[in-house]
């Protein structure tokens, strides 16, 4: 169904529609069993036999083009869940009553191309400047060229009056060298300005704001709606005098149910026709919520909550799947986050200049450990060696994963572009870093070790060591798609990869494996580069004559044999490079689609 539109002419001479947005009668219930966050603000413990906890209760509101309407209330008032619903990230099928838009039912898919929303924590990269954070955020959400991206963020740089740090970089929230918090406030606006909204939401837009701060946020916001005719909606907890009297409309909630709607005047006089007296230099809303919370102003509760407690529960006939259309191409979404990444990436020095040190060092350290060791033994404990290095020492990407993670969620739920774009640009963005760090390894201990003297076998083991770190970022990227913390995700993944160096078959020989875990052995990421290893060193014609154990005179272990104690078989060469590819392969898939799950759980 298409919105029902008002057009007007704002004073640039750019048309934009106007949009009324009115709730008639929500309900919002949030089930007793549940003890997850709903959206990421409300948390239910529950007693068991209990039906449900309703967060919202018949709540009527509107907001109208051109005027700020602020959703005020204590905490724990349901703000944010309204706000939510308003703006289409409850899905309308979840919440009982109506949601109209211009007096037509909100289509979810549509209404989202026309709005934005800001939620209370901001998701924005540290490296970035000011102005770049704008600019992908514009090259995502608009049908346009980069030039024509570029003019909207200079624009959009002068509306938010950034641009004076366009230049600075956003920083870390409390560290040196960043820009301030109502600077940040503002970026977070402007990430979801660039397309241009007509209607905007956002959550608590002064929290941790100094006063002063907070007075510029919400000034920006009403010259906004009146020079532009957007509709906004806010919330916000205990706003100052002179904060409140820009606000035109307000929706004062407790307990879930709306005791107030209107102007402050209205407010303040119907606080003296119930028979209050409010002291001077009192504000009219504080001294409201104060009255609400000590029962002190019952007589203009709303009719709902009059009523029975049990809602009733109108069923939305008009809801419809959600259908996200995006701004860019697929090729196009994977060039522009991997030009992110990158960005990202060349200004994490020092992750990058120790991950090359470490490796150079690791090298140049085994190398000289196993330079003057020449048996089987030893050179066989070095593989074994060299790949718990490889696969353990990868894990250093899971705080990086675990927080572009939650800005792909963000971006993801806005339309920014598919969930899939995100994995392939990640995983490109992985392949030169990895490469690099692998050949800064297999330079000095494959020659210091003194292993086949040869180009070929020297490519090849470097081919397969950058494979190891590959698969290894491949399973640190899956498993930080699925796991919530730090903590629990370092826990996993150290469990796994003990796991995997204990079934590769060098700890315990294939054969002495019980039947019932022989599955591990190969789904181990030690066991396929290890024989790998060995392949390079004691395969081929030179490889399977040359003597590794003599016995007097005679030979009494030579490679040949050696691969077949081993079970490798020549041919497994390449295959085993297959292998590990299916792996890399195999593993970002399996990230892509908990993303994905994970996103579409969001959205529902």
Known sequence: MELQTNTAL???????????????????????????????????????????????KNVSCEAIPGEITAVVGPSGAGKTTLLSALAGVIRPSKVSGEILVNGRPMDVSRFRRVSGYVTQ???????????????????????????????????????????????????RRGGTGCISGGERRRVSIGVDLVHDPAVLFLDEPTSGLDSASALHIVKLLRSMALVQGKTIVLTIHQPGFRILELFNQVVLIHGGTVRHEGSIALLESRLKEAGHCIPPHVNVLEFAMDAIANNDYSELATPGEQEDTATIKIPNPNTKEDKIFYANSRREEVFILTSRFFKNASRTRQLFTAKMIQSTAAGFVLGTIFMSVSNLQARVGFFAFSLTFLLSSTTEGLPIFLRERRIMERETERGAYRVSSYVIANTLVFLPFLLAAAVFYAIPVYWLVG????????????????????????????FSALVPTFIMGNSVISGLMGSFFLFSGYFIAKDSIPNYWIFMHYLSLFKYPFEAFVLNEYGGRRGRTECLEREGKGCALDGGMFLRQQGVEESQRWSHVGVMLGFVCGYRILCFLILWFRCYRMRR
């Open 10 to 56: 704002n004073p640039g001479g750019r048309r934009r529609n106007r949009y009324h947005i009115e709730a008639k009668y929500l309900s919002c219930e949030l089930l007793s069993t549940e003890t997850r966050t709903l959206l990421d603000h409300l948390r239910c413990y529950g007693l068991s036999g209990a039906a449900s906890r309703f967060i919202l």
């Open 121 to 171: 924590d901001d998701a924005l990269f540290p490296l970035l400047t000011v102005e770049e954070s704008l600019t992908y955020s514009a090259r995502l959400r608009l049908k346009a060229t980069p030039l024509e991206a570029a003019a909207r963020v200079r624009e959009l740089l002068k509306e938010l009056g950034l641009d004076q740090v366009a230049g600075s970089r956003i920083g």
């Open 451 to 478: 292993l086949r003297r040869e180009m070929d076998k020297f490519l090849y083991f470097g081919l397969v060591t950058w494979l190891v770190m590959l698969m290894a970022n491949s399973f640190v990227a899956c």
